[in-house]
């Protein structure tokens, strides 16, 4: 009988992600010529998508004990806050350089043109949090590294990472620990 019922939630669960899948609209040669941009408005835009979305992430990471939700400017503010309501954690934002008005710590890294840098409050995170850190896409991984990065100076030890959406064959997951958990929900 248990084992009926996992193989029911994950018959849920794997539809459910079919459904959120198909409701990414692609957008070819946005920003500029050559990138396939994924556009999640349209999947939030409908009310049952949007409860799916939250669903996944809430099963996903219901027992891990989070205490902070982390949302990277300005994707992972979206879903962020809402995962962080129904986690019952706290939500902090990582801001682009100049948005944040009290002390910060700053990590820089390299873009497709050129580098760039993002920051975080000082006090926002200590060694007690469970993080989860969260955003929309994963492409090469460098905004996400960044994140980390900055978490990690803060003391905090322990971290999960997720996404809504992976590229994989950008192959950004590689340039993780093995033992950091990284899951996204859509993979294309
Ligand atoms: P990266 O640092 O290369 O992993 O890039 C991740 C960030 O760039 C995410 O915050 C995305 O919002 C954005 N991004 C990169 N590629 C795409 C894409 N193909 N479609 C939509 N957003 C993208």
New binding site residues.
Partial sequence: MEQYNIILINRVIIMSIERLTSAVRNISDFPIPG????DITTLFQSPEHLKDLSDTIYDLYKDRGITKVVG?ES?GFFMGPAVAIRLEAGFVPIRKPGKLPYKVIEEKYTKEYGEDAIQIHEDALNENDVVLLH??????????VAAYNLVRKLGVKHIYINFLIE?EELE?RKHFPDEVELISIIKF
């Fill in positions: 990138i396939q941009f994924k990277i994707r955003d929309d896409l994963l492409a090469t991984g460098g905004t996400m590229l950004g």
